[in-house]
């Protein structure tokens, strides 16, 4: 298992049953624009997944993906479901910006584990446990995530490879894109609702 001990102090992370929201604590770590997701973002999500993120392409609705190898299509035209969901249900709540699926940046890592507990296929991420420590779901200075935010101000964020199961994707997709949108729209309401280790989880917009 990898460490996280480059992680631990500077992310705080959020975590749901599908999803863990990690954000950096300091501002100026999100200060890179979109156009260079090459840069500091590149490196933010091989740090936190400790993969190397070799491979680009571009959904057929326009959204970024930086992967570990070749996405699927099936990925792919889930990754764009999960947005077209996420923007449909902003819409209903008057939330306007990043709205487009250009907007998004996803990186696709290698999973650290293929099966839940219960043997059900569920390809997630290990990332450093922070507040959830010797809570319900630390595994022992991790938890386990589907999804988790990269940068907030570039929106990028990243789920684990699957094989199968495409609407789990599209649900990762939409979880994690929900803490983006309501940074981007609603700023009181993603500080409510960025962390679930004080409860709360998704969908957070109805
Ligand atoms: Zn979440």
């Not at 070749?70 to 999960?82: F, K, Q, S, V």
């Not at 935010?149 to 994707?169: D, G, K, P, Y």
Request: aromatic letters at 10%.
């Amino acid at each position: 298992m990898k460490t996280f001990v480059k992680n631990r102090s500077s992310f705080s992370i959020a975590l749901c049953f599908v999803c863990v929201a990690t954000f950096a604590a300091a501002p100026e770590f999100f200060a890179q624009r979109r156009t260079n997701a090459g840069g500091r973002v590149l490196r933010a999500a091989e740090n936190i997944s400790g993969d190397r993120f070799e491979y680009q392409a571009v959904t057929p609705r326009g959204a970024r993906i930086l992967s570990v190898s070749r996405p699927h299509a099936e990925t792919l035209r889930a990754i764009d479901e999960g947005l077209t969901q996420l923007f449909a249900v902003a819409r209903k709540n008057n939330y306007r910006s990043r709205t487009n699926h250009s907007d998004y940046t996803i990186f696709i890592a290698r999973p650290d584990r293929t099966q839940n507990r219960q043997g059900g296929y569920s390809p997630d991420i290990a990332v450093g446990a922070a507040q959830y420590a010797g809570g319900r779901y630390d595994q022992g200075g991790y938890v386990y995530a589907a999804g988790m935010v990269v940068a907030l101000e570039t929106c990028a964020f990243m789920i684990a490879e699957h094989n199968q199961n495409w609407s789990r994707v599209s649900d990762a997709v939409r979880f994690e894109g929900e803490h983006l949108v309501l940074y981007h729209n609603d700023p009181a309401r993603f500080q409510a609702t960025r962390d679930h280790s004080r409860g709360g989880g998704h969908p957070i917009m109805k």
